[in-house]
T-cell receptor, first 112, second 114 residues
Framework: SQQGEEDPQALSIQEGENATMNCSYK?????LQWYRQNSGRGLVHLIL?????REKHSGRLRVTLDTSKKSSSLLITASRAADTASYFC????????????FGEGTQLTVNP | DGGITQSPKYLFRKEGQNVTLSCEQN?????MYWYRQDPGQGLRLIYY???????QKGDIAEGYSVSREKKESFPLTVTSAQKNPTAFYLC?????????????FGPGTRLLVL
């Protein structure tokens, strides 16, 4: 079952620009996580934001969460060609024992 | 050097053949997962195991089987009943089960049909 939906599906920007990806979900959540996947590789966890948090930073990453709109955004500042990858949001529902559910991902291309 | 390993990196299957994908972790994690990823798509859950000697079907378990005899190992068998097995298979683990956990992924196995 699909919980998170990313928008846009694909994003192409120039090096140095900021990249913003959005994730919408349907049910009440305990947390929302962002993962990155380089082509042909496994996913790597980037950041987790809990339902009682509104914003979180990690290096050049900034994640926001709006539980009233059931949406999150991932901002990558001063992008680099090495940021080219697919980015997935994953939601952990509020119900304990529920699983982590991944979205379809946003393909980010950063042109040098 | 802790982490999750998957082997082989590429696997070729002939018609009617069963193949087994290996997944090993030395993170001492209780929970392990198998996902299937088709080109340009997200992850679909095949099977998961919350603890050793236990496993549960995910969303697309038909044509697949697993075992969890050791905490470190969670092999996936793609049986001949899986009619469209060509995909990228990802194994993951987490300290415990559930949506509150961060998952750690292996590098993946790409399965191709001859």
């Amino acid at each position: 079952s699909q919980q998170g939906e990313e928008d846009p599906q694909a994003l192409s920007i120039q090096e140095g620009e900021n990249a913003t990806m959005n994730c919408s979900y349907k049910t009440s959540i305990n947390n929302l996580q962002w993962y990155r996947q380089n082509s042909g590789r496994g996913l790597v966890h980037l950041i987790l934001i809990r339902s009682n948090e509104r914003e979180k930073h990690s290096g050049r990453l900034r994640v926001t969460l709006d539980t009233s709109k059931k949406s999150s955004s991932l901002l990558i500042t001063a992008s680099r060609a090495a940021d080219t990858a697919s980015y997935f949001c994953a939601t952990g529902e509020e119900t304990s024992g529920s699983r982590l559910t991944f979205g379809e991902g946003t393909q980010l291309t950063v042109n040098p | 050097d802790g982490g999750i390993t998957q082997s082989p990196k590429y696997l070729f299957r002939k018609e009617g053949q069963n193949v087994t994908l290996s997944c090993e972790q030395n993170l001492n994690h209780d929970a392990m997962y198998w996902y299937r990823q088709d080109p340009g798509q997200g992850l679909r859950l095949i099977y998961y195991s919350q603890i050793v000697n236990d496993f549960q079907k995910g969303d697309i378990a038909e044509g697949y089987s697993v075992s969890r005899e050791k905490k470190e190992s969670f092999p996936l068998t793609v049986t001949s009943a899986q009619k469209n097995p060509t995909a990228f298979y990802l194994c993951a683990s987490s300290i415990g089960w559930g949506g509150r956990q961060t998952q750690y992924f292996g590098p993946g196995t790409r399965l191709l049909v001859l």
